[in-house]
């Protein structure tokens, strides 16, 4: 640590530390408008001029790096005289309306003036500033507010790395400049606004803000987003009962300030006039039943909640006893908390007597899973989300980072920024191959090859960590043989991508080299793997990951800060879903329903003898069980597998051929109109609880609405149904033995969600230390085994989970469908960024809905030369199971062959197009993302 003075105060301050950093660190303030920690210093405001003995002027303390024994002065009469001219030199250019602006009360530049003593500049003219841009439904420009600190241009460089603005001019002239100065719409921007979080003026507003109130007068409310796994946790200022902006804060322990578009633009859906507000029933299937509604027009009638909850336990208690208990099923929820889904499986499981209970992580990352959980141990990232921007080399492979988790994006750029290598190995164009260092483009379906060449190339090269095989790993030789024929030209010959391209990846990861820059790790750099979907939703995804483990474990890239094996999650609770029990093999804490000891443990803690031992139906079984009549009723909270699932026409057929299904949801989703009773739900905007992010962090929600309607919470929603089922199987069980029933609906008594989960963590291991008052700074990461443990960032330090890492030696297997004459393109799938999963919410949100109205298909423009088809024009996709008919868009960002299709559009699902038959033999997970299909052009265009 370096020595210094500052302000007569003796202060310590790391190496490369500047004096501005180091003072804030020690509580000293320096007027600053142009510094924000999170970007390199500019210097440009001259605000943060501070003296130091020894030199004539003063110097930009933002700039200045700490030196031993530096003695410096931050209050002076002469510095007070100099930041009231630079001051003076900036208000001179800015209007003076603070008793109109929107920003009043959070304006720097006004806090300063007010410091200060500035009513007005002694430099009068008029504002060489005017330009107005109002192009987009997110944010405003106003430039006349604009004070050029460029901290907008900055954070789009630095942190989101799209580069959509920048300065251009001189002088008077200067100003922050789209492409021409025209729409963001025709830039690079991504509409995240970051640029609004670091603006210190009015310059940048969101549209939602303009002349809603002042800044005093709006209540604050901090939650965790709704969207994507990442779990940033944001704050909401709201008046009247209506949310009026979002905005990111320092302390938030993922994301610190920055936001993606979804979470600071897209909670306007909670207002949407298509929320569900009253319990619906459909008026054949009332009138089939002979209960009464009210008469009206459409297919559902509106039901009371008693009426529709003693409804919906009746049908459900009556298929248990007409059935067996197999014969219900439940899916759980990504979207819902970790109590919600802890209740839910737990009535499954205790009240109803089946493991039937699944949810949407079934077709995402199931094959994490099992293959970190056959590798590890444990199926889940290892490491923290913020190690990444330290890390020296970033492997990225099935993910289109910087869309489908763009928080995480930002981390990536920063790690490159810093001068990390970036490799990344996708069929796709994604938009993170902009900053890559490497770039390989395979075949799709053969990654695997290149993979296992690399780890050739590793063994046969020497660049394995052997201390590391030798103390924490078993299995090396049997794998080592596996891969041994496969050489970087074998790989080649498979995936199209050159053999010498494959050697330098395979010389990247290993080493952990960095393209700049000095690590911060001594040794062997350090380098992480991040991968989603395009790996998992394969019929040979465990194998994939188990193929990703092994390179982790053969170059000890593993247990380390900045390195490992970070699966990342889709949705924001996916993650807790699946730690909660919402899976049909595993209770709480993937303790497996099968062991005895553990089953019977859990059993206790209900008030149950024992717990049904038979593994339950994954989702990909339970189509075919229903329509096999094996299954009779179905209990759907918050999924939508009209549009998740694969081949939707047999999904069809299945939930239509079910004597009874009830969806409970926030919208009247695809799959709930489908049902016979629909409950209205309450959203992540309106709930409290817990939700468990990508990196396992287990962290609180807060309510910032309320409810609209009667909509209910569905913890509230599922402990009445479970009450009321209970009580009807008590009396049958009465009515049949004569004797006391082991239902018991005083099992269903929770007051709070803090109750639920303290018998959550009750049963939960890896959980046992999480409670609700332990999670008020920034939440724990699990597993987390006793009160007062501080939980657990980094996995597998110092032994693995299941003791010793286990290599894997896996066969090389192809895609289930290849092209031929008939079906000669690859079809895959995946989202997009101003979308979210089946687009119950973000379509509903005005901005990101201006954003992509409609679904599109990627096709290369040697193709659609090939088929006539012109950008914008229409397009038939076609597979052996059915076809769907959207926009083209012409372009490079899929190779030859090769057709992408967002799984978000109802009206063109892509879902219609896969398979549902070609599964993973452990995840049971479907081939989402290698499908044959046609290409043709739309008749009648439109």
């Known amino acids: 640590m370096i020595t210094l003075t500052i302000d007569g105060q003796t202060v310590s301050a790391r190496p490369g530390a500047t004096v501005l950093e180091a003072a804030l660190a020690h509580g000293l303030d320096i007027p600053r408008l142009c510094y924000h920690p999170d970007l390199k210093p500019s210097g440009g405001c001259r605000l943060c001029n501070v003296e130091v003995k020894g030199r004539p002027n003063p110097v930009a303390s933002c700039g200045l790096a700490c030196e031993p024994g530096m003695d410096v002065t931050t209050q002076s009469a002469a510095l007070t005289a100099l930041r009231r001219d630079i001051l003076d030199l900036f208000i001179s250019d800015h209007p003076l309306r603070c008793a109109t602006c929107d920003k009043a009360g959070a304006c720097d530049l006004q806090k300063y003036a007010y410091q200060f003593g500035l009513s007005e500049s002694t430099f009068p003219g008029p504002v060489s500033r005017t330009l107005y841009q109002d192009d987009n439904p997110f944010f405003i420009r106003d430039h006349q507010y604009c004070i050029l600190c460029a901290k907008c241009a900055r954070v789009c460089d630095e942190i989101v790395g799209v580069n959509a603005i920048e300065m251009a001019g001189r002088g008077f002239t200067s100003h922050v400049a789209s492409p021409f100065n025209g729409p963001l719409l025709n830039s690079s921007c991504v509409f995240c606004g970051s640029c609004i979080q670091v603006c210190p003026t009015a310059a940048l507003l969101p549209v939602s803000r303009l002349r809603q109130g002042r800044e005093w007068e709006l209540q604050r409310t901090r939650t965790v987003c709704g969207y994507c796994g990442v779990g940033c946790s944001l704050e909401y200022a709201s008046k009247g009962g209506k949310i009026i902006y979002a905005q990111g804060y320092p302390e938030a322990p993922v994301n610190g300030e920055f936001l993606c578009t979804k979470g600071r633009f897209g909670w306007d859906f909670a207002g949407h006039p298509d929320r569900l507000t009253t319990p619906l029933i459909r008026r054949e299937y009332a009138a089939a039943h002979g209960l009464a509604v009210p008469p009206g027009e459409g297919e559902f009638a509106p039901l009371s909640w008693e009426a529709a909850l003693d409804l919906v336990a009746g049908k459900l208690a009556a298929a248990v006893q007409t059935h067996g208990p197999d014969g219900v099923a439940g899916l759980a929820s990504a979207r819902c908390t970790n109590e919600e889904n802890y209740l839910f499986q737990k009535f499954f499981r205790a009240s109803l007597g089946t493991n039937n209970v699944d949810h949407c992580a079934r077709l995402c990352h199931a094959s994490s899973v099992t293959g970190l959980g056959i590798a590890f141990g444990s199926g889940a990232m290892t490491n923290p989300i913020q190690d990444i921007r330290h890390a ?37 164009r994604i938009p993170l191959t902009d900053h890559a260092t490497l770039w390989l483009q395979p075949k799709p379906g053969t990654d695997q090859y290149i993979f296992m060449a690399m780890a050739h190339v590793i063994i046969s090269e020497g660049l394995l960590d052997q201390a590391f095989i030798d103390a924490r790993t078993e299995g090396y030789a049997d794998f080592a043989q596996s891969v041994a024929a496969v050489t970087p030209e074998v790989a080649a010959l498979q995936s199209g991508v050159k053999a010498e391209a494959i050697v330098k990846a395979a010389h990247m990861y290993a080493r952990g080299q960095r393209a700049f820059g000095q690590s911060l790790y001594t040794g062997r750099g350090h380098s992480a793997i991040l991968y989603a979907m395009g790996i998992t939703q394969r019929r040979n995804g465990t194998d994939l990951v188990l193929t990703l483990a092994n390179l982790a474990l053969l170059t000890g890239q593993v247990g380390k800060p900045s390195t490992g094996i970070n699966p990342l999650r889709g949705q924001s609770n996916v993650q807790g879903a699946c730690d909660v029990g919402g899976l049909p093999d595993v209770l709480p804490g993937y303790q497996k329903v099968t062991d005895d000891a553990k089953r019977r443990a ?32 179905l209990y759907v909270m918050g999924e939508n597998p009209m549009l998740s699932d694969p081949n939707l026409q047999h999904v069809e057929a299945a939930l239509r051929a079910l004597d009874f299904l009830v969806v409970q949801d926030i919208f009247l989703s695809e799959t709930a109109q489908l049902a016979h009773v629909v409950l209205p739900a309450a959203a992540w905007l309106e709930k409290d609880g817990t939700k468990t992010n990508t990196e396992r962090r287990v962290q609180l929600i807060h309510p910032v609405l309320k409810a609209p309607g009667q909509a209910k919470t569905d913890w509230w929603i599922v402990q009445e149904i479970a009450r009321r089922v209970e009580a009807r199987l008590a009396d049958g069980q009465k009515t049949k033995e004569g004797g006391p029933s082991a239902f018991d609906p005083r099992h269903w008594s929770f007051q709070t969600t803090a109750q639920i989960a303290d018998e959550l963590a009750a049963v939960t291991p890896s959980y046992r230390g999480i409670r609700h008052p332990r999670l008020a700074d920034g939440g724990l990461c699990w597993p987390c085994p006793a ?10 330090t110092e ?101 992408f299709l967002a799984f978000h559009w109802n009206e063109a699902p892509a879902n219609r197009l896969t398979q549902d038959t070609a599964l993973d033999p ?21």
């Open 392 to 428: 020296d080399c970033l492997f990225i492979t099935g993910s289109n980072t910087a869309e489908s988790h763009p928080v995480i994006g930002y981390e990536v750029v920063r790690a490159v920024k810093a001068g990390a290598n970036l490799l990344i190995i996708d069929p796709r």
């Open 602 to 633: 859990v059993a206790e803690k209900w008030g149950r003898p024992d717990l049904p031992a038979r593994p339950g139906l994954t989702i990909t079984e339970l189509m075919p069980a229903i329509l096999a009549g094996r299954v009779h009723a």
């Open 787 to 796: 009160e007062d443990h501080p939980g657990t960032p980094i996995l597998h």
């Open 799 to 899: 032994k693995f989970t299941r003791g010793l890492g286990k290599f894997s030696a896996v066969p090389v297997q192809g895609p289930a469908e290849n092209p031929d004459e008939t079906y000669p393109f690859i079809l895959s799938t995946g989202r997009v960024l101003y979308q979210y999963h089946t687009g119950t919410m973000t379509r509903r949100s005005g901005p990101l809905a201006w954003r992509t109205p409609q679904g599109w298909a990627e096709i290369n423009h040697h193709d659609a030369a090939h088929a006539g088809i012109a950008d914008g024009t229409d397009v038939i996709i076609r597979s052996r199971r059915g076809e769907v008919r959207t926009q083209a868009h012409v372009g490079e960002r899929v190779p030859p062959g090769v057709v």
């Open 922 to 942: 452990l995840a049971k997970i479907p081939e989402f993302k290698v499908t044959a299909v046609q290409l043709e052009k739309a008749n009648g265009h439109s």
